[in-house]
C-alpha cells in the first residue's frame, strides 16, 4: 500500500458585502478541489472597545498541513483583505492554528 497522506480542514472567514464569490470560490475548487460554504454572522471588538458585527461567509477546504499550503492559504487571504478593504481576514491552517491575515 501507498503512503497515506493526512488531509485536514482549513477554513477562511471573509464578508458577504461586495465578496466576489464567483472569483473566489473558483480559485479554492482550482486549489483545493472544493469547499464548504456556510453563512454565518461573527462579532470582533475594535481598537477603540467598540463591538463590530459581520455578516460573513465561511469557507472550509480538506487541506495538507504543509508550507505550501500554508503560503497559499496565507497568500490568498492577504489579497482578499486588501480587495475587500478589510482589516484582516481571519484564517484557521490545517494544522489548527488561528491567524489574522492584514492586507
Do not use: H
Request: glycine share 10%.
Amino acid at each position: 500500500m501507498g503512503e497515506s497522506i493526512e488531509i485536514r480542514e482549513a477554513r477562511i472567514v471573509l464578508p458577504r458585502v461586495n465578496l466576489n464569490r464567483k472569483e473566489f470560490e473558483g480559485f479554492l475548487v482550482r486549489s483545493f478541489g472544493g469547499f464548504t460554504r456556510t453563512r454565518g454572522d461573527g462579532a470582533w471588538m475594535n481598537p477603540k472597545g467598540g463591538i463590530v458585527l459581520d455578516k460573513v461567509w465561511v469557507y472550509d477546504v480538506a487541506a495538507t498541513d504543509t508550507p505550501d499550503t500554508t503560503a497559499s492559504l496565507r497568500a490568498i487571504c492577504r489579497r482578499m483583505a486588501k480587495a475587500y478593504s478589510q482589516d484582516c481576514v481571519y484564517l484557521r491552517l490545517p494544522g489548527g492554528t488561528v491567524e489574522f491575515i492584514d492586507p
